[in-house]
């Protein structure tokens, strides 16, 4: 089911009753919560941190920090943002302590036009192409690709999840994306 959760295309988003109900301690609340959230956060962190024990384990943190601390979120803004920011916390502090992972600088999927055999294939190709030149990527550059590209988050949304100004944000995305270009040229994909 955790291999499924992360490969889902749909990624249903809750909807303000739903998080009001979670603010007021309803307990069928967080279930609910946690079943639309699942399968995003869950790609989010296994992407982050290429390891599916460990997303687990961060997935788990993250809403046990929700339950803890949902006193604490100000309903003004996205809880979309709110709980991704919970999570790339959670995130970056197990990728600091890893030994050997770097999250600064060392040194996506292409439509189809027609749903035939041949497109599908190619497609998946493509995708498998991409997600193994973005798992080499270091973890700042996945995790802003990740969150722009397959998340579909905003820039500024992004910058307000990794608590880092814009122009940082922009710069990763930018990096990250030369990076794999770097990548692909070198073996001759692109």
Known sequence: MIYQAAIDES???????????????????????????QHRLYRYLLRLVRDAASADDLFQQTWLHVVRQIHR????????????????NAAMDLLRRRPGESLE????????????????????????????ALAELPALYREALTLRFEEGMKLEEIAEVTQVPLSTVKSRVRRGLEAMKQKLCKEDIL
């Open 105 to 132: 600088d060392r040194e996506f999927a292409i439509p189809s036009r027609a749903p035939d055999a041949l497109s599908t294939v190619l497609a998946g190709e493509r995708a498998a192409i991409l997600a193994a």
């Open 73 to 88: 979120y100000d309903a003004a803004r996205s809880f979309d943002t709110w709980l991704f920011a919970i999570a790339h």
């Open 11 to 37: 990624f249903p988003v809750a909807e303000p009753t739903q998080v009001a109900r979670l603010r007021s301690g309803d307990p069928a609340a967080l279930a609910e919560a946690v079943g639309h959230y």
